[in-house]
Structures are given as structure tokens and as C-alpha cells.
């Protein structure tokens, strides 16, 4: 399965500023998904990101609010705009590849643990 | 709107005995399902996935899928303390990401 590197881990953030996550994939992956985790919920898909294409958000995500880039099959960042404290939870970037079967599974990255004050 | 529905328990389950953890969907395209545990403050960890009719086991762990009742299981068998854990079922398939359900709070019981 990919290695998935995400940073930063944590991050204490003022309302009203932007925060921009990264993550790192250690092979070549073409879909990319961020997901949300809001304190006590499960997860929530913002959107798909694919190299080479506009990312695909999913109802109640906006690109003005949650803007991503894919340069390249290894990298992806979701940028968190405008923040304010309803923003605040857990941010997971996770891609979808070949295990050690053959299938396909989808590897989360360790996550974003953000809180705006 | 594609949901996948769990009972969040938590489920308690003494040391050593069977935990069963189920879950439903309801988009009929899904094609596959997953399995994954959640530790406090940590990332979901990929414990099974199944994409066929019937049971897949893997070790202590056995899932269940049945698409005609859009229904999920996960049995751990011999289950131990350090299962204990938040356990997200998940459906997806193709090019979309997963939907995930609310998860099941495990706790077993030394």
C-alpha cells in the first residue's frame, strides 16, 4: 500500500485565515479524495482530486472555500479559507491503491488536527 | 444522497468472545465495502475489504456482505482489548471516494 506523508499534523488557527494541507504520496497514485472528520463524526468526503483535472467537490463543499491543487501524481493540497471555529476538526487526505492482493483499498494519510480559535 | 448506516454503540464484548459489528447501505451501485479501525486521535487503518457475496476472512476477522439485503458485517473472533476501537464501515466504488457510516464504538472487556 502507499506511504502517505501529511503535514502538519496539528495547527492552532486565528478565524479569518487560511490554512494549507499537504500530503505526500510515496508512489504515483491518479485519485486523491480529502475527507473531513468533524469532532465525534465519522468521515466526510470534500472531494476527489485527480491530476490533470479540476477536482470534483461533493454537496456542501465549495472550491472558494476549500480550494485544492494536484501538480503531480504524488501531491495534492486542500487549502481551509476564511476559517472560522466550525471549521475545526480533523482533515484526511487518502488515495486509492493496489495492496499486497492486487485490489484496490484506499490509504489514509495520518491527518490534520485543526483547531481555530 | 448515498448513506451507509451503523449502530454506534458502544458494544461491549467480553475478552476472548465473537464482537459482531453490522452496518446497511443504501446506493445499490456501491461495488465495494471496507472495513476500518479507528483508534482515538488517530487515522482509520484499513482492516478488511470485500466486494462478493458472502464471507471473506482474514485471521480473526471475517466480513459479510450480502447485496441483495445491502448489508455488511464484521465478525472478530478471540477478540481482545487492544480491539477496542471505533470500527467505520465504508461503501464506494469506481472513481468516487467512500462513504463512510458513523462508526461503532467497541469496547471488549478484559
Known amino acids: 500500500s502507499a506511504v502517505i506523508s501529511q503535514k502538519p499534523s496539528r495547527d492552532i488557527c486565528q478565524r479569518g485565515t487560511s490554512l494549507t494541507i499537504q500530503c505526500q504520496v510515496d508512489?504515483?497514485?491518479?485519485?486523491m479524495f480529502w475527507y473531513r472528520q468533524q469532532p465525534g463524526q465519522s468521515l466526510t468526503l470534500i472531494a476527489t482530486?485527480?491530476?490533470?483535472?479540476?477536482?470534483?467537490?461533493e454537496s456542501g463543499f465549495v472550491i472558494d472555500k476549500f480550494p485544492i491543487s494536484r501538480p503531480n501524481l504524488t501531491f495534492s493540497t486542500l487549502t481551509v479559507s476564511n476559517m472560522s471555529p466550525e471549521d475545526s476538526s480533523i482533515y484526511l487526505c487518502?488515495?486509492?491503491?493496489?495492496?499486497?492482493?492486487?485490489?484496490?483499498?484506499?490509504?489514509f494519510g495520518s491527518g490534520t488536527r485543526l483547531t481555530v480559535v | 444522497q448515498k448513506e451507509v448506516e451503523q449502530n454506534s454503540g458502544p458494544l461491549s464484548v467480553p475478552e476472548g468472545a465473537i464482537a459482531s459489528l453490522n452496518c446497511t447501505y443504501s446506493?445499490?451501485?456501491?461495488?465495494?465495502f471496507f472495513w476500518y479501525r479507528q483508534y482515538s486521535g488517530k487515522s482509520p487503518e484499513l482492516i478488511m475489504f470485500?466486494?462478493?457475496?458472502g464471507d471473506k476472512e482474514d485471521g480473526r476477522f471475517t466480513a459479510q456482505l450480502n447485496k441483495a439485503s445491502q448489508y455488511v458485517s464484521l465478525l472478530i473472533r478471540d477478540s481482545q482489548p487492544s480491539d477496542s476501537a471505533t470500527y467505520l464501515c465504508?461503501?464506494?466504488?469506481?472513481?468516487?471516494?467512500?462513504?463512510f457510516g458513523k462508526g461503532t464504538h467497541l469496547i471488549i472487556q478484559p
Open positions: 470485500i466486494y462478493s457475496n
Open positions: 487518502s488515495v486509492k491503491d493496489r495492496g499486497r492482493s492486487g485490489a484496490y483499498g484506499y490509504t
Open positions: 465504508a461503501a464506494g466504488g469506481g472513481a468516487d471516494g467512500l462513504t
Open positions: 508512489s504515483q497514485v491518479t485519485m
Open positions: 482530486a485527480n491530476q490533470g483535472s479540476e477536482a470534483t467537490y
Open positions: 446506493d445499490r451501485g456501491s461495488q465495494s
